[in-house]
């Protein structure tokens, strides 16, 4: 069992491009969660997902940010006209049920906005 | 304070001691989770207490909790080098059906020096 899986590692981006990070859940989650951590902070909500729908995007900002978890394939974050402000780490965790624990978390994938 | 903030910010002890790392939240909890984070690298799950738990032990780690204060600690027994990393802690709420969501804190960066 391969965990969850977040590439890439790292991206670059400049100002005014889009960056789309990618999320393949652990076999059998069907429940998908994307965190971002600015520099010297915890973990932020973003955005809750399972199979097709937005469960709760309560913590994603309403404008150049979008989430998808299609029914074939990885959950996408995407952000459009990044901004320096987006630079961060995005971590994707994903469980088998929502709530009572059991998050597993992946390694995360660093955005610099140049 | 914030939901599940640590204290202290920053710890830094000799290889073989103790560390005991703090947080506190505001809200009622389902569950409380401590996390580790290596610099730069992904989240890993320590351990989970439960509510209606007030210790739990894992190998060389000792969580307690008190509901009646709100608060939790992580005590990390005969520590080694490979124990420096970041430390966080993760609540999620009791109520308007959100316990998927954790909120974590800024967490506490200890440093075991050999």
């Known amino acids: 069992n391969a965990g969850v899986m977040q590439n890439p590692r790292h991206l670059v981006r400049r100002r005014g491009q889009e960056a789309r990070l990618r999320c393949s859940p652990m076999k059998g989650h069907s429940h998908v969660y994307w965190y971002r951590q600015l520099p010297e902070e915890g973990l932020k909500f973003m955005v809750y997902l399972q199979k097709e729908n937005i469960i709760d995007e309560s913590g994603m900002p309403k404008e150049r940010f979008s989430a998808e978890f299609p029914k074939e394939g990885p959950s996408i974050l995407r952000i459009q006209q990044v901004v320096r402000g987006d630079s961060a780490a995005y971590f994707c965790?994903?469980?088998?049920?929502?709530?009572?624990?059991?998050?597993?978390f992946g390694s995360g994938t660093r955005l610099t906005v140049v | 304070s914030q939901q599940g903030e640590e204290d202290p910010q920053a710890l830094s002890i000799q290889e073989g001691e103790n560390a005991t790392m703090n947080c506190s939240y505001k809200?009622?909890?389902?569950?409380l989770q401590w996390y580790r984070q290596n610099s730069g690298r992904g989240l890993v799950h320590l351990i989970l207490?439960?509510?209606?738990?007030r210790e739990k032990h894992s190998g060389r780690l000792r969580v307690t909790l008190d509901t009646s204060k709100k608060s939790s600690s992580l005590l990390i027994t005969a520590s080694r080098a490979a124990d420096t990393a970041s430390y966080f802690c993760?609540?999620?709420?009791?109520?308007?059906?959100?316990?998927?969501?954790?909120?974590f804190g800024k967490g506490t960066l200890l440093t075991v020096n050999p």
């Open positions: 809200t009622s909890i389902n569950n």
């Open positions: 965790a994903s469980s088998s049920i929502a709530g009572g624990g059991g998050y597993t």
């Open positions: 993760a609540t999620d709420a009791v109520g308007g059906g959100s316990n998927y969501k954790l909120t």
């Open positions: 207490i439960r509510s209606n738990e």
